[in-house]
């Protein structure tokens, strides 16, 4: 005989327990798994907080900054590089040279270190094929001609400078020295004929007195124009990439090279618009080079004037 079972409690406690499981289960597992979640963020926080305070307090400077610092491409094993300096004019001369065949070029040499420069060339075993004018300086006499003396290298200017040279280059020219080579690109302002020279190669280029650093050259005389270099600048200089290593033709406070990123971020003068750019130039108020009336004349042939007996 089956038993006259009494479903009405099963029923009661069916109706108390199932909304428990349905709802108030899943719900208590969520609220466990927020718990959770928030614990690990404080806990991920906390860690953080350690790290900056162990950095010290610039610490977050740091951090913030590091996305703008610049890494300049490496030079190739083959490239030689020296930086010369003249303190009277304050002028930079560069030997360039390529290990491979042994050939080098000085770039803006200074008729009084002409010789200094030549025993370089000799020190490092190299043979000086040109010496590179970045245009007709007007505060010192190149050491174009007495180095042609001397070496027998061949002279180089822009055809636009009217200087006299063995070589005179163009825009896009190369000056090739064994396995290396100079991109000539027209930067005229400071003067008419001013270029800059660029390797691509080593990341690398030659400004003159187009732009210096954190400056650029005066436009007040020898043809200068502060909109034409303005516009030489953005489209030649700045156009190269970020890293790319300048080197000026001066420098009146004792760096000695810069970067196009650097440039284009800093530069007092050329980061202005072009209106701004054109007053502060105007505004200038320099004294003329010391050396102006010597040096003009000496540089139209390119320095062949006046050389030291030997
Ligand atoms: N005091 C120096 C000449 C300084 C000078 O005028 N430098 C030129 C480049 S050489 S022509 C220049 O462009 N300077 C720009 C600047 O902002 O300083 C001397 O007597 O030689």
Not at 30 to 39: E, F, G, K, W
Not at 166 to 188: A, C, M
Not at 282 to 292: E, G, R, S, T
Request: charged content about 20%; some cysteine; proline content about 5%.
């Amino acid at each position: 005989m089956i038993p006259d079972t009494d479903y009405s409690t099963t029923v009661k406690a069916y109706k108390i327990w199932m909304p428990m499981i349905t709802y108030c289960f899943p719900i208590s597992i969520t609220l466990h798994r927020i718990r959770r979640h928030r614990s690990i963020m404080l806990i991920q926080s906390l860690k953080v907080i350690r790290r900056v305070l162990s950095r010290g307090p610039n610490s977050i400077q740091l951090r913030n900054t590091m996305s703008t610092v610049t890494r300049f491409q490496p030079c190739t094993q083959n490239f030689i590089f020296r930086q010369l300096f003249d303190a009277t004019s304050s002028t930079y001369t560069y030997l360039l040279g390529d290990a491979d065949s042994a050939e080098c070029i000085l770039i803006d040499p200074v008729v009084e270190h002409a010789k200094r420069d030549f025993q370089l060339t000799k020190d490092l075993n190299l043979k000086l094929v040109y010496a590179v004018n970045t245009h007709m300086h007007a505060d010192h006499i190149t050491g174009t001609g007495y180095l042609k003396k001397l070496s027998g290298c061949k002279s180089v200017i822009s055809r636009q400078s009217g200087a006299q040279a063995d070589v005179l280059i163009e825009e896009n020219d190369f000056i090739t020295f064994g396995n290396q080579r100079l991109k000539v690109l027209s930067t005229p302002g400071h003067t008419n004929g001013c270029c800059s020279y660029y390797s691509e190669q080593q990341g690398i280029a030659f400004t003159g007195d187009a732009l210096l650093i954190r400056g650029c050259g005066r436009t007040d005389f020898q043809e200068g124009n502060s909109e034409t270099l303005y516009r030489s600048v953005h489209d030649k200089i700045f156009t190269l990439p970020d890293n790319t290593r300048l080197y000026p033709a001066h420098d009146y406070k004792g760096l000695m090279v810069t970067s196009v990123d650097e440039e284009k971020r800093l530069n007092p003068r050329l980061t202005k618009t072009m209106e701004e750019f054109v007053k502060i130039m105007d505004n200038l108020n320099l004294a003329y080079p010391a050396q102006i009336d010597k040096a003009l004349p000496a540089n139209k042939v390119c320095g062949l004037y006046d050389i030291p007996p030997e």
